[in-house]
């Protein structure tokens, strides 16, 4: 079985500092957080970027700093969001690629989430893809519903993406995919031969999907963006906490962990550090 991959989703655009006191927001908290989840096992580190005063950004400069901040601590995998917070612009959402990351998210269509809509048409993720490739930025195709598997699949036919593809399935969103273990593999038995996945689970369902994924030879994202406590009633004191409880788990499995390195190898990525 392939060594396991684990993503550090650690800021998110929806959870404050008041659900989660212990949130990274500022460049140099999302860069320090990084490392501390470098350290705990983590070989990618998922990126959303946050004004001083919390707000979600998809802005440049900002996004620019905190890929450096991080590249200057470790040599984690930076992979930020071009999902943004469902309020953002496709002009905004597109500010991450132009730093020229080595991945970065592509959602694969639209869904209801929470109360409002993520709107992702054809136009968009078009636009993501065709941008991606020109600067060789491998894609994480996030899927929140079993039709943005096709919507991927048309994008391969059409040129944008290339096989093999990385998929991550975000299941528990209220409004979109339940995180239920049927629903995961079913997922996994919808994506193309040779693909590679990981799952995200919200809320409480985070552990035992990360659970289920070590066992079926998938990989996991773990962190604040996803879930801010570490069991029942008790808030996690950091990303990092989570990072290393899926990875101490892994290892007792049998199972080790990817290093950065070795996740580039996995997931087809030529680095460029």
Not at 102 to 112: H, Q, V, Y
Not at 122 to 131: C, H, K, L, S, T
Not at 170 to 185: Q, S
């Amino acid at each position: 079985m392939e060594k396991l991959i684990i993503t550090a989703a650690i800021t998110g655009a929806e959870v404050t500092r008041e659900q989660q006191p212990n949130l990274p927001i500022t460049p140099d908290e999302i860069a320090e957080e990084a490392y501390r989840c470098y350290l705990a096992g983590a070989s990618i580190v998922h990126v959303h970027a946050r004004k001083p005063d919390g707000t979600p950004t998809q802005d440049f400069e900002i996004y620019r700093e905190i890929k450096r901040k991080i590249e200057a601590k470790c040599n984690i995998i930076v992979q930020p969001s071009t999902g943004g917070a469902v309020w953002h612009s496709i002009e905004e959402r597109m500010q991450p690629l132009y730093t020229n990351p080595e991945m970065a998210t592509l959602s694969a269509g639209t869904c209801n989430f929470g109360s409002d809509i993520f709107i992702n048409p054809q136009e968009y993720m078009e636009r993501f893809a065709a941008e991606m490739k020109k600067r060789g930025i491998k894609p994480e195709i996030e899927i929140f519903e079993r039709g943005m598997i096709e919507n991927a699949l048309k994008l391969v036919k059409k040129g944008l993406i290339d096989l093999p593809l990385h998929f991550d399935f975000v299941m528990g969103v209220p409004g979109a995919i339940p995180a239920t273990i049927n629903d995961l593999v079913y997922l996994v038995g919808c994506i193309p031969e040779g693909s590679t996945w990981s799952v995200a689970g919200i809320g409480r369902f985070e552990l035992p999907l990360a659970l289920h994924a070590i066992a079926m030879g998938g990989h996991v994202r773990v962190g604040f963006e996803d879930n801010i406590y570490y069991r029942k009633g008790e808030l996690a004191k950091s990303s990092a906490q989570l990072v290393e409880r899926v990875a101490r788990i892994s290892r007792e499995f049998g199972r080790e962990v990817a290093t950065p390195d070795e996740a580039r190898k996995i997931l087809n990525i030529n680095s460029r550090r």
